[in-house]
């Protein structure tokens, strides 16, 4: 019998193609089937989206293509995994095909329906149960006791407001383990921020709960292992899933536990394609779900934060405060240096260096955080006045001195260093300013002469984008900080996350006042963090927590930010954020959006968005809800964005803000078909794209 098919296939958002396409078939087939059907010239996957007895009345039968294959194999995608997918794309402005396609692993994409029934035949075949009974292998404290207690009686969602080292991934693992010991078939997910940090929290669950049923799901993994990961946990076989912001896709049937570890860390917002926020989608998708999700966090979002003030303020979350550390822990004590003190030009204060080449004495290992990797943000000429700007962006080429290149850090357009400058032919040009390369070589000169315990020279170690280019560079670099190799180690923001390292003591940020005056209101919440994350890393090891220090060379040592962070107090930061933040009208009060174009000029770029804005008012003056949404929206002018151009293509930017969340969506769907329209307008010759970024983290 004939059925026709609504089936969402892969189409940019921007494309006439959005919404789902009709088939026919007279093969047996549900809602939430993988299928695969002619798109163009092309055979692509798809995903049912609905079945009907009759056509279309708006189709024509004759037009309408045929269903090649059905994945038989593969069971339906649920309704759930259907509404957070709907959701996602309606509430981040792309299409359902785009956002449903990019859910799913790239390689079932391209199996047969054969091939794909031998793979998930063999995914079954080597499925195990897990172990869901080991007990804590230290026992609880009593403020995680009482976080367990509280989420074992309350619904949520959970804000779990953790110090670093107050144990927040043990209170994750026994909230798990008691979810799957009540349920043979429930499923948790588990997220963090990036993929270095997943093999630590992979090591901690395997050895908690056993390898058998424990997949990760990251984009560093090859495309065979996300799919036997996907399968895996689509048939329910893998009872947990471990990732990043990807993993919060995953279609997992029987979803009972999610938690999402770090929250408030960026790097859970996607920044290509549909920009959704894997941390709020957790929120709602648990709430499709039926199932229970903790956010965790020693310096948790302004936002979350909000949330979790308490219910007579409108809080939606449970807060729930760990303040202290396990055992005897306690954080550490934070000393700042007042560099308008020290000679001009230092780099390490003489205090500073005392107290590391002491650490280096007592065996002890120190971290000094600088977040710019590079030897020097840029090469400049004294005598003309030339710098390294990149030819193809409005930024300038970092100077790396290892390989001799200067290589810009937003297109990869790479030279080697010139012998002279090429504007006037000077031979002496100069690094201006700092980056990791440059600090390492420099704390090398200053230990020259300092020797460990037992002799040896120090080892100083670099830890950042550059230095882990290599597949396994990183795990090999961070064992050699664990098993005490290194004395010293100096990174980026990479080193300042998560880790659990056991031997620093002394924790130093080098240069962090950039923050303190930016124009992005979200730079003093992430610097805070950063900060507060990094001091974490210090006397994680209870015996040794009594000496640790957190270090801050600043040019305001007196400013707000730094005595809020030596009190370890950021309810109080949060508290004074929030409230400049609503007088201000900012979020987390306000909603904002941002749309952008990108073209061959910064004019056509300006132009198109502007366009559309003055097309959008003069048709909605009437009184209507559209016109009634227009009131509640400030749609501003198009500005170039902060970094104008990149690989030779200008960008611009148009910032869409109001106090009605539900507003802010109506007129960005009324200003998508404005673009729409306007698109292949002759004076818009030159677009490239644009894009709506939804509750953007950075304007």
Known sequence: ?????????????????????????????????LVRVPFGNREVLGVVWGVHATAPDTQSTHTLRQVMAVL????????????????????????????????????????????????????????EALTTALQSPWPL?????????QMNEALGPFLLHGATGSGKTEVYLQAVARCLAEDPNAQALMMVPEINLTPQLEARVKARFGDAGVVSMHSGMTGPQRLKSWLAAHQGSARIVLGT??????????????????????????????????????????????????LGSATPSLESWHHSRPAVEGGRYLRLPMPARIGAGQLPFVRRVDMNHQPRKTVLSAPLMAAIQERVAKGEQSMLLLNRRGYAPVLHCADCGWKSECSHCSAFRVFHKIDRTLRCHHCGFTERVPRACPACGNADIAPMGRGTEQLEEHLAELLIDVKRPNGDPVKIM??????????????????????????????????????????????????????????????????????????????????????????????????????????????????????????????????????????????????????????????????????????????????????????????????????????????????????????????????????????????
């Not at 799913?104 to 031998?118: F, I, K």
């Open 1 to 33: 019998m004939q059925k026709w098919l609504d089936v969402a296939v892969s189409a940019p958002a921007h494309s006439q193609v959005g919404g789902l396409l009709t088939y026919v078939t007279d093969l047996p087939v549900t809602v939430g089937q």
């Open 72 to 127: 038989e194999a593969v069971a339906p995608l649920s309704e759930h995994w259907r509404q957070l997918v709907q959701f996602t794309a309606h509430y981040y402005q792309r299409s359902l095909g785009e956002v449903a396609m990019a859910a799913l692993p790239p390689q079932l994409r391209d199996l047969t329906p054969v091939q794909l029934a031998r793979r998930f035949k063999k995914t079954v075949a080597t499925a």
């Open 141 to 149: 404290s009593a403020q995680q006791t009482e976080v367990l207690t």
């Open 245 to 294: 912001r990807m993993a919060i896709f995953a279609s997992m049937p029987h979803l009972k536990w999610i938690v999402v570890d770090e929250e408030h860390d960026a790097s859970y917002k996607q920044q290509e394609g549909a920009r959704y926020s894997a941390r709020d989608l957790a929120i709602y998708r648990a709430r499709l779900e039926g199932a229970k999700v903790i």
């Open 462 to 699: 670099r830890i950042d984008a550059d230095s882990t280019k290599l597949k396994g560079s990183l795990e090999a670099q961070l064992a050699g900080v664990h098993s005490g190799e290194v004395d010293v180690l100096v990174g980026t923001q990479m080193i300042a996350k998560g880790h659990d390292f056991r031997r620093i003591t002394l924790v130093a940020a080098i240069n962090p006042d950039g923050a303190l005056f930016s124009s992005d209101f979200r730079a003093p919440e992430r610097l805070f963090a950063l900060l507060m994350q990094a001091g974490g890393r210090a006397g994680r090891d209870a015996e040794q927590s009594a000496g640790s220090e957190m270090w801050v060379q600043t040019f305001h040592p007196s400013h707000a930010l730094f005595e809020a962070l030596k009190k370890h107090d950021y309810p109080a930061f949060a508290e004074q954020q929030l409230k400049e933040r609503l007088e201000a009208g900012l979020p987390p009060s306000t909603f904002q959006a941002l749309i952008r174009s990108d073209a061959r000029t910064q004019a056509v770029a300006q132009a198109f968005l502007n366009h559309a804005n003055t097309q959008l008012q003069s048709q909605h003056t009437l009184d209507t809800p559209d016109a009634s949404a227009l009131a509640e929206v400030s749609v501003y002018p198009a500005v170039p964005m902060s970094i104008q151009r990149v690989a030779n293509v200008e960008r611009a930017q148009m910032l869409i803000e109001s106090a009605s969340r539900k507003a802010l969506h109506r007129v960005l769907e009324l200003l998508q078909e404005q673009l729409h329209a306007s698109r292949s307008a002759p004076e818009h010759k030159g677009l490239i794209r644009w894009l709506v970024d939804v509750d953007p983290l950075a304007i």
